[in-house]
C-alpha cells in the first residue's frame, strides 16, 4: 500500500546544488535538516550501503525535493515497493494488478495500463522519495563508496500512515486477486510511537479480513526502530502472512531486533556469510512460520543479496522454487543493466564458489557447478534454494531492484493450497 514518485538522481550533484560541501558521515535515525542529510549520506556512502529515512522538516523537504525533481538530470519514476511490485507483474499482459496507495497526477501518469487503481486512493498531491545514488569508487570529499548503492529519504505522510490499507482491503471482494503483496510497513517508523502501535493494530485487522486461501507476500524495506521491527515479527504481522522478501540489511536488522542467531553481529563484511544467512532464515522459519503446533501462515522467505540468493520454504507449501530463485537473480542482473535478456559482457559473477550452509550445526559444504547453478539442500523440514547472480558491472538503476526480484520469485512460485 504505498505508491509514491522516485525522483532518481546523483547524490553528490543534489547536495552540490544544495550548497551543502562535503563532512564526516553520521547515521541519523530521523532526518531533519540539511547538514543531517549530509551527513547521513557521507555515513552510507562510506560503507556502500543501502539506507531509507523519514525527513521531519516539511517544508525543508518541500525545497530539497523541488531542487531535486528540477534538476536536470533527475529521472523521475513510479516508486514504493507496492507499485514497483505491481508494476513489474504488470509487465505480464495476462495479469491485472490492482494498486491501492496515494496515487497523485504524475505517479497515475506513470503507471502501466495494466494496473488498476481505485478512485478513493487518488489524491491531489505526489508524494516525492528522493533516491540519491552513487557509484563503486565515486569519491565526495574524503568519501569514496567502496560500492554503489543508493541513499532514500522522503517527509511521506500518506503512506507513512498506510492510509490506503482499509481502501485496499475493501477493494479485494470485488477484484477477487490469486495473490496479495503488502509493502509500506517500514513508512510508519515517522509516526509517534503510539500513533504507530494503534495503526499497526488497525493494519492487523485489516489483513486478518483477507481470505485464508489466497496467499499473503510480505516485502520488508529498512528500517531502525527495533521494538517496532520486533512487534512486527512476535504476535503481529508475521504470523498472517504466507512469505516474505528481505535483502541483507533487513536480515541482519531481524535477528539483531529479536535475539537471534549472529544478533551480535554489527554489519557484514563484504558479502554476507552464506552459513550465516542461511541460519538467520532458518531461525525465521522455525520460530515464527508455520509449524504442527504454531498458528502462522508463513512458509516462505525470499532473501536477495547483490551476490546471490536464497529461496527457503517449508516443506508441502510451495513448488517450483528452482525455477522462482532463478527468475528472480535473472531480473535482477537484466534490471540493473536494463537489458531484456543478460548480456554477459555486461555482468560478472560475486557470488562464493564454495560456502558451508550453517555455523549453528554440522554444516555441509557446497561448491557451484556452473552448470547446475541453483543448489539445494535441505534443513529440518525446510528447503533452501540457492543461486548466484549475475551482477551488472555497471549498473543504470538499482531503485526497485529487490521488487522486481521478489515480484519476479512470485510470479514463478507455486502456492499449494491448504
Known sequence: VNACVDVVLSGVKLLEALGLEPSDGKNHAVLSSGQ???????????RGAAAERFFSDPEAFQDIAQTASEHPAAQLYVGGNAALIGQKLATNPDLKILLCGPVGPKLHELLDDNVVVPPESMQERDEFHLILEYQAGEQWGRVRAPAANRFIFSHDLSNGALNMLEVFVSSLDEFQPDLVVLSGLHMMEGQSKEMRQKRLMEAVASISDIPTDIPIHLELASMTDQDFMSNIMHQQVFPLVNSIGLNEQELLFLTQSASGPHASLASWSGIPDVGVVSDILFWILTEHGKTAERA????????????YHILVTVDGHWGNQAAAVAAGARAAGTQACATDTIDTSKVFLKAPLEFVTSHTEAPSKISLNPDEPVVHWHRKGISFHFTPVLVCKDPVRTVGLGDAISAEGLLYSEAYPQ
Open 36 to 46: 543531517d542529510l549530509r551527513e547521513a549520506f557521507a555515513h552510507f556512502m562510506e
Open 296 to 307: 502462522s501462515d508463513l512458509t516462505r522467505i525470499h532473501f536477495h543479496t547483490l551476490a
